[in-house]
Protein backbone atom coordinates (compact mmCIF):
# COMPACT_ATOMS: atom_id res chain seq x y z
CA UNK A 1 0.00 0.00 0.00
CA UNK A 2 1.42 3.66 -0.73
CA UNK A 3 0.65 6.75 0.84
CA UNK A 4 -2.73 8.52 -0.26
CA UNK A 5 -2.44 11.54 -2.50
CA UNK A 6 -4.78 14.67 -1.29
CA UNK A 7 -5.38 17.38 -3.90
CA UNK A 8 -7.80 19.97 -4.15
CA UNK A 9 -6.55 22.60 -1.82
CA UNK A 10 -6.66 26.27 -2.30
CA UNK A 11 -7.37 30.04 -1.10
CA UNK A 12 -10.83 31.15 -0.53
CA UNK A 13 -12.89 33.94 0.40
CA UNK A 14 -14.57 33.26 3.89
CA UNK A 15 -18.03 31.72 2.81
CA UNK A 16 -16.76 29.93 -0.09
CA UNK A 17 -16.83 26.19 -1.06
CA UNK A 18 -13.55 23.60 -1.84
CA UNK A 19 -13.61 20.12 -2.88
CA UNK A 20 -10.86 18.33 -2.20
CA UNK A 21 -9.83 14.89 -3.61
CA UNK A 22 -7.83 11.72 -1.97
CA UNK A 23 -6.59 9.40 -4.30
CA UNK A 24 -5.80 5.71 -3.17
CA UNK A 25 -3.95 2.95 -4.55
CA UNK A 26 -4.88 -1.09 -4.25
CA UNK A 27 -7.62 -3.38 -4.63
CA UNK A 28 -9.46 -3.47 -1.64
CA UNK A 29 -10.37 0.17 -0.92
CA UNK A 30 -13.93 -0.47 -1.04
CA UNK A 31 -13.07 -2.71 2.21
CA UNK A 32 -12.05 -0.08 4.49
CA UNK A 33 -13.35 3.47 5.83
CA UNK A 34 -11.50 6.46 5.07
CA UNK A 35 -10.98 9.59 7.34
CA UNK A 36 -10.27 13.09 7.27
CA UNK A 37 -8.25 15.14 9.36
CA UNK A 38 -7.01 19.00 9.43
CA UNK A 39 -3.92 20.56 11.25
CA UNK A 40 -3.66 24.12 11.92
CA UNK A 41 -0.64 25.40 13.12
CA UNK A 42 0.49 25.13 15.83
CA UNK A 43 -2.41 22.92 16.73
CA UNK A 44 -2.67 19.05 16.67
CA UNK A 45 -4.24 16.75 13.96
CA UNK A 46 -7.75 16.71 14.34
CA UNK A 47 -11.05 14.49 13.35
CA UNK A 48 -13.19 15.96 10.22
CA UNK A 49 -14.97 12.99 9.17
CA UNK A 50 -14.94 9.80 8.15
CA UNK A 51 -17.04 7.11 5.63
CA UNK A 52 -17.21 3.51 5.65
CA UNK A 53 -15.93 1.71 3.35
CA UNK A 54 -19.63 1.07 1.03
CA UNK A 55 -20.36 4.76 1.71
CA UNK A 56 -23.46 4.10 3.33
CA UNK A 57 -22.15 5.44 6.92
CA UNK A 58 -20.64 8.93 7.59
CA UNK A 59 -19.23 11.07 10.94
CA UNK A 60 -18.59 14.19 11.47
CA UNK A 61 -16.99 16.62 13.54
CA UNK A 62 -19.00 19.16 15.65
CA UNK A 63 -17.42 22.18 14.08
CA UNK A 64 -18.29 21.11 10.05
CA UNK A 65 -21.78 19.01 10.39
CA UNK A 66 -23.81 20.07 8.19
CA UNK A 67 -21.03 22.09 5.76
CA UNK A 68 -18.90 19.54 4.84
CA UNK A 69 -19.96 16.52 3.55
CA UNK A 70 -17.75 13.30 2.75
CA UNK A 71 -18.65 10.75 -0.47
CA UNK A 72 -16.63 7.93 -2.01
CA UNK A 73 -16.25 6.46 -5.05
CA UNK A 74 -14.72 3.56 -5.02
CA UNK A 75 -14.45 2.49 -8.82
CA UNK A 76 -11.82 5.28 -8.92
CA UNK A 77 -10.67 4.50 -5.35
CA UNK A 78 -11.06 8.43 -4.49
CA UNK A 79 -12.38 9.66 -1.38
CA UNK A 80 -13.78 13.64 -1.24
CA UNK A 81 -14.22 16.00 0.90
CA UNK A 82 -16.80 18.84 -0.12
CA UNK A 83 -16.39 21.84 2.17
CA UNK A 84 -19.28 24.56 2.11
CA UNK A 85 -19.44 28.06 4.20
CA UNK A 86 -15.99 28.11 4.68
CA UNK A 87 -14.65 30.27 7.42
CA UNK A 88 -11.33 31.58 8.69
CA UNK A 89 -11.10 28.77 11.27
CA UNK A 90 -11.24 25.83 8.91
CA UNK A 91 -7.49 26.90 7.82
CA UNK A 92 -5.20 24.27 7.90
CA UNK A 93 -3.75 21.50 6.07
CA UNK A 94 -6.06 18.53 5.31
CA UNK A 95 -5.07 15.38 5.72
CA UNK A 96 -6.88 11.82 4.16
CA UNK A 97 -5.89 8.19 6.41
CA UNK A 98 -7.26 4.61 5.55
CA UNK A 99 -8.67 2.80 8.82
CA UNK A 100 -6.15 0.23 9.63
CA UNK A 101 -9.01 -2.14 10.23
CA UNK A 102 -10.97 -3.38 7.01
CA UNK A 103 -14.83 -3.71 7.63
CA UNK A 104 -15.10 -1.53 10.63
CA UNK A 105 -18.67 -1.38 11.63
CA UNK A 106 -18.27 1.52 13.57
CA UNK A 107 -16.53 4.73 12.38
CA UNK A 108 -13.68 5.67 14.25
CA UNK A 109 -12.68 9.67 15.08
CA UNK A 110 -9.44 8.62 16.42
CA UNK A 111 -6.19 9.52 14.82
CA UNK A 112 -4.14 6.44 15.52
CA UNK A 113 -6.44 3.99 14.11
CA UNK A 114 -5.70 5.27 10.33
CA UNK A 115 -2.83 5.10 8.36
CA UNK A 116 -0.96 5.66 4.57
CA UNK A 117 -1.23 9.51 5.59
CA UNK A 118 -0.58 11.76 2.31
CA UNK A 119 1.14 14.92 2.47
CA UNK A 120 -1.88 16.64 2.57
CA UNK A 121 -3.28 19.80 1.11
CA UNK A 122 -3.40 23.51 2.31
CA UNK A 123 -6.57 25.38 2.60
CA UNK A 124 -6.69 28.74 3.23
CA UNK A 125 -9.76 30.69 4.00
CA UNK A 126 -9.34 34.85 3.86
CA UNK A 127 -11.87 36.89 6.14
Known amino acids: QVPLVESGGGLVQAGGSLRLSCAAS????????MGWFRQAPGKEREFVGA????????NYADSVKGRFTISRDNAKNTVYLQMNSLNPEDTAVYYC????????????????????WGQGTQVTVSS
Open 97 to 116: GADRRPLRVVLTSTLAEYHY
Open 51 to 58: ISGSGGSR
Open 26 to 33: GRTFSSYA
